[in-house]
């Protein structure tokens, strides 16, 4: 790979994180009808790698662990924003499918799940809005290739461990210790 190869890659990869932290942090359009205007949604995010998660039970792809996963933070009080790769609608239904596909499936608001475009990597955005939002990350992917751009990944207390036992999602201590994030 080329400087200039590696350069518009990192320039790219920092324009969708750009776009990642806005889109989090822009506010919940799903409101009933003359609801008082929102202050902000005051939940921590915990960022979700929706297509890491899918995998959770018997190495293939499908949405029972991503619902519990999701099920499971909002029930701790957590804002979970579910992050997919583009192939994600492919893996689990043979078609292509949008973040208001998704959204449906997953019983949340649009704003709190992100379908990258076709041909980038959600790695890069979940790993650089995580830093910027100060969030964790629901995964069972170490980030390895990403560690030099995104060191802070080595902590400990920024990826949430999971698995799939007995039909039951069993995540790793998901509040953060005191002071780790």
Same mark, same amino acid.
Request: proline letters at 7%; hydrophobic letters at 45%.
């Given at each position: 790979?080329?400087?200039? +190869?590696?350069?518009?890659?990192?320039?790219?990869?920092?324009?969708?994180?750009?776009?990642? *932290?806005?889109?989090?942090?822009?506010?919940?359009?799903?409101?009933?009808? =003359?609801?008082?205007? /929102?202050?902000? !949604?005051?939940?921590?995010? *915990?960022?979700?790698?929706?297509?890491?998660?899918?995998?959770?039970?018997?190495? +293939? $792809?499908? @949405?029972?662990? /991503?619902?519990?996963?999701?099920?499971?933070?909002?029930?701790?009080?957590?804002? $979970?924003?579910?992050?997919? !790769?583009?192939?994600? =609608?492919?893996? @689990?239904?043979?078609?292509?499918?949008?973040?208001? !596909?998704?959204?449906?499936?997953?019983? /949340?608001?649009?704003?709190?799940?992100?379908?990258?475009?076709?041909?980038?990597?959600? !790695?890069?955005?979940?790993?650089? +809005?995580?830093?910027?939002?100060?969030?964790?990350?629901?995964?069972?992917?170490?980030?390895?290739?990403?560690?030099?751009?995104? $060191?802070?990944?080595?902590?400990?207390?920024?990826?949430?461990?999971?698995?799939?036992?007995?039909?039951? *999602?069993? /995540?790793?201590? *998901?509040?953060?210790?005191? =002071?780790? @994030?």
């Amino acid at each position: 790979m080329t400087d200039a +190869t590696v350069f518009i890659a990192l320039i790219a990869g920092l324009l969708l994180a750009v776009f990642l *932290v806005l889109w989090v942090r822009r506010p919940r359009r799903l409101r009933p009808p =003359g609801a008082a205007p /929102l202050a902000g !949604d005051a939940r921590q995010t *915990v960022l979700v790698d929706g297509s890491n998660v899918i995998h959770w039970l018997d190495n +293939t $792809p499908q @949405l029972a662990p /991503l619902l519990q996963v999701v099920q499971d933070l909002s029930r701790r009080g957590l804002r $979970p924003g579910v992050v997919f !790769d583009a192939n994600v =609608g492919y893996k @689990l239904t043979g078609k292509f499918m949008a973040e208001r !596909d998704l959204s449906r499936m997953l019983s /949340l608001p649009r704003d709190q799940i992100l379908v990258v475009p076709k041909g980038t990597q959600a !790695d890069p955005f979940l790993l650089e +809005t995580a830093r910027d939002l100060n969030a964790r990350i629901v995964t069972n992917d170490r980030y390895r290739d990403w560690s030099d751009l995104y $060191p802070d990944v080595a902590r400990p207390e920024r990826l949430i461990r999971g698995e799939m036992r007995d039909g039951k *999602v069993k /995540l790793t201590e *998901v509040a953060p210790k005191h =002071g780790a @994030l």
